[in-house]
């Protein structure tokens, strides 16, 4: 009775994907959870609001109106009972209405109500689920600390193939015991970690940089948090928001990350360097917007400091981690970098794999450590590919820094 004395609430959105949704909450019940549901209008077309009743032993919420012995409390009650609310499906619509702090019906308002973690797991046709708009509303809401679980590929209701299918029931009950019972196996640990790109002015209208979006790196920073660390997350510019319970600092160019890191470095156990740092900024930034003329032009580069390197020469008893993102020869390409920069462990993303790299929500990586040992893995979410990160650095610590 892994989940005894914990409460979930399941909000059931109008989509194919509900009938799963009754195994999920058979799952939770199993594993001796307290479940209550909500149901949309929408959701009773596709599963009977007695399905999950029979399930949960409970009466499910299906409009704000039509129990009057609960409507006045019912939506602040389970909002505060909650220490989970789990939406799935979750449809584009309650996305949107949650993102633009909608609340017109008993699931959108007692989710608006909760101070609980909220898990969204959504599932829709793969094209909605790419709309920019849809897109937007997910990265706003994990901004504010939503909790997402990525829908998987596959064949669709409709028979098209994409990203978009409800998750298996079990591995949704997983993502819900893991944050109900966190493992708080890096409590003590104080992690530095690194994220995004730098930006390298040319002159005030343009600059160097690259892909990363600083999904990685805040990956690393979420899972490290909820594991029990106490996390300072360094980051270039980048367009998400920083996890829950993680001090941000902000930078732009790679010597204003240079900085804020040697700043942090004596207070830290561990460093995690997910940055894409750019290795070269222009010699002469100009002041003024530089003139279109009619020759060609050159700007010299030169180097920017290598702050991981800096970081090797002092780590003292730190654990050190870098990344590297390589489009050949991986594992050789990373272990040149960790003998460079004096690291315990490196993690080598191939960005020339699909789902790999810059900007996507997944990763393909290897963590190589200093004795050449080589874990592979295949396809997984950055926020998994963190975790696994973090396994490894927990490893290499063998308790003895925190
Ligand atoms: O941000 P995302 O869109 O999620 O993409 C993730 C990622 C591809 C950026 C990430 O997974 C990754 O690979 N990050 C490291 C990219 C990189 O710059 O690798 P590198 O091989 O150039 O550098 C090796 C290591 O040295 C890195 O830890 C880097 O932070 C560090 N470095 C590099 C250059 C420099 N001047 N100073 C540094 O500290």
Redesign the pocket.
Known sequence: MELKDKSVVVGVCGGIAAYKVVEVVSRLKKLGADVDIIMTANAQKFVAPLTFRSLSHRPVITDMFDEPEYWDIKHISLAKKADLFIIAPATANMIGKLASGIADDMLSTTVTATKAPVMIVPAMNHDMYSNAVVQQNIERLKGLGYIFMEPDTGVMAEGTSGKGRLPEPASIVDMAVGLLKPACDLKGLRLLV????TRENIDPVRYIS????????Y?VAQAAAERGADVVLVSGP?SIGAPRGVKLISVNT?NEMRDAVLKEFPDCDAVV???????YKAAEGSQLKIKKSDDDMVIRLEK??????E?GNIKGSRILA?????TDHLVE?AMK?VEA?NLDM??A?D?TMEGA????DT?I?KIIKRDGSVTDLPLMS?LAAAHKVLDQLRLISKNEIF
Request: proline share 4%; charged share 15%; with cysteine.
């Open positions: 690194t994220a995004g790109p690259n892909y990363s979006s600083g999904k990685m790196g990956a980048v790679a360097m997910a940055a894409a740092v750019a290795d920017n400091p290598d702050i991981l390197k970081l870098g990344f590297c993102a390589e390409n970098k920069k490196i993690v993303n960005v790299g810059f900007g996507t990763n990586i950055k």
